[in-house]
């Protein structure tokens, strides 16, 4: 799987959107972006994921450049709740019932009140 | 749905003690997988189970074994236990074969501390 390069820590002020850089300048064409989060002493929880297209859910945006190297996620209105350590894992995708995920040491977003 | 839980949530071994980590998800996937997460560091992959009555080693297998009982409990032992296995140890699952996406739903975690 790709390496993923992310800062190791990130403040944002409550409210405002909060934009988490990572670099995958590695990445195959056939290599998912998915991000994923863990709140302090807790599991970590599944965010999105995205091909080469933009993509929206219910809790982030992610872009992905169009040279697939890099992407961002967004949070839009960031919450307190939203403090924890963000991780971005590329992998293929497959539908084998293997895949595993590569952890980094992620990213630690700090939200502001 | 309870989701992916995990027991017990704290363990105090001794080195040289054995004791097994249960397992159990109610969603019906086929995918399960234990990881451990040291302080700082980012999780890493023990062993994985991609179907019932499979089991394979993932990055950091020595010192564990598991057993996949059936489709919704997944064990991890660790038959003598080292300081080097102080960690926090999670289990996931994930649908599966025949699920592309695939992502991986998370348990709460174990807090083992070996003496």
């Known amino acids: 799987d790709a390496k993923t390069t992310q800062p190791t820590s990130m403040d944002c002020a409550e409210g405002r959107a909060a934009n988490l850089p990572c670099n995958h300048s590695?990445?195959?064409?056939?290599?998912?972006v998915y991000w994923y989060r863990q709140i302090h002493s807790q599991g970590p929880q599944y965010i999105i994921h995205?091909?080469?297209n933009n993509e929206t859910n219910e809790m982030a945006s992610l872009i992905i450049t169009e040279d697939r190297k890099s992407s961002t996620l967004i949070l839009p209105h960031a919450t307190l709740r939203d403090t924890a350590v963000y991780y971005c894992?590329?992998?293929?995708?497959?539908?084998?019932?293997?895949?595993?995920?590569?952890f980094g040491t992620g990213t630690r977003l700090t939200i502001i009140p | 749905n309870a989701g992916v839980t995990q027991t017990p949530k704290f363990q105090v071994l001794k080195t040289g003690q054995s004791m097994t980590l249960q397992c159990a998800q109610d969603?019906?996937?086929?995918?399960m997988y234990w990881y451990r997460q040291d302080p700082g560091m980012g999780l890493r992959l023990i062993y994985y189970?991609?179907?019932?009555?499979?089991?394979d080693k993932g990055e950091v297998p020595n010192g564990y074994n598991v057993s996949r009982l059936n489709k919704r409990e997944f064990s991890l032992r660790l038959e003598s236990a080292a300081p080097s296995q102080t960690s926090v140890y999670f289990c996931?699952?994930?649908?599966?074969?025949?699920?592309?996406?695939?992502?991986?739903?998370f348990g709460p975690g174990t807090r083992l501390t070996v003496l």
């Open positions: 996931a699952s994930s649908p599966g074969r025949g699920r592309p996406y695939n992502e991986q739903f």
């Open positions: 969603m019906n996937h086929n995918s």
């Open positions: 995205g091909l080469k």
């Open positions: 590695t990445i195959s064409g056939n290599e998912y």
């Open positions: 894992i590329v992998r293929p995708l497959s539908n084998f019932g293997n895949e595993k995920l590569t």
């Open positions: 189970s991609a179907s019932e009555g499979t089991t």
